[in-house]
């Protein structure tokens, strides 16, 4: 007579036949294709597939891995590495979420954000220990330090230079990449606010006095009347 059911790992009418995967568990009693695999085997697209080392006692099915082998591994196949800087204070728990790679348990010192791959605020480098300038307006570059803008008084790349000492910082910054002041206060003149000659009375510009004291008179008030 003919077989109803084989034996794991045979297929036919007469179960005299290998199963087509040789790492099948069951296959089709009539066309040898695989229905369920051996241990540590998966199967996707009726092909029976090794789990591979990183999942737990190579354990898994075609949504992927039991668990992870490691704690410091994430993903369906635990085949991604938990960022660098997470913190990992008991190495038994995972170190990042499963599923994203999200630090479960926040941040080395220094390091930032869900993936901790940033700088606290005020600081750079590769392993966030420089300070950014005290002049730099928000975060600085996390490898350069250079500041996208500065606070007033500063300027440079990472602002770390003072305006002119007499530039007016209350209303206007100083120029970042030069350094040219905007505005000076009264009494100061030209991009590096040049003290006005004595004999102006107090205001002067580029173009000279806005007056001059008494008995002067010429473009900067050095001519005697």
């Not at 440079?156 to 030069?178: L, Y």
């Not at 009494?187 to 004999?199: I, L, Q, R, V």
Request: proline share 3%.
């Amino acid at each position: 007579g003919t077989c109803s059911k084989c034996a794991n790992g045979y297929y036919t009418e007469y179960c005299n036949e290998k199963c087509l995967d040789k790492n099948c568990l069951e296959c089709d009693i009539k066309t040898g294709e695989c229905e369920i695999c051996k241990e540590t085997f998966y199967l996707d697209d009726n092909k029976c597939k090794k789990c591979p080392n990183t999942c737990k006692d190579n354990i898994c099915n075609k949504s992927g891995c039991e668990s992870c082998a490691s704690m410091k591994q994430y993903d369906i196949f635990c085949d991604k590495d938990c960022p660098e800087h997470c913190l990992h204070t008991n190495t038994s728990l995972p170190k990042c979420e499963r599923q994203g790679g999200k630090c479960i348990y926040g941040c080395e010192t220094n390091f930032d954000g869900p993936s901790c791959d940033k700088c606290v605020s005020k600081k750079y480098g590769l392993d966030c220990t420089k300070n950014c300038s005290e002049g730099c307006k928000g975060q600085c570059d996390r490898m350069t330090g250079y500041c996208q803008e500065c606070d007033l008084k500063y300027w440079g790349e990472r602002c770390e230079r003072d305006c002119p000492e007499f530039c007016d910082v209350s209303t206007n910054h100083c120029a970042k990449d030069t350094g040219e002041c905007l505005q000076c206060l009264p009494g100061y003149f030209n991009n590096t606010c040049e003290k006005c000659p004595d004999a102006c009375s107090f205001e002067c510009t580029e173009d000279g006095c806005k007056s001059c004291g008494d008995n002067k008179f010429g473009k900067w008030c050095e001519q005697n009347c």
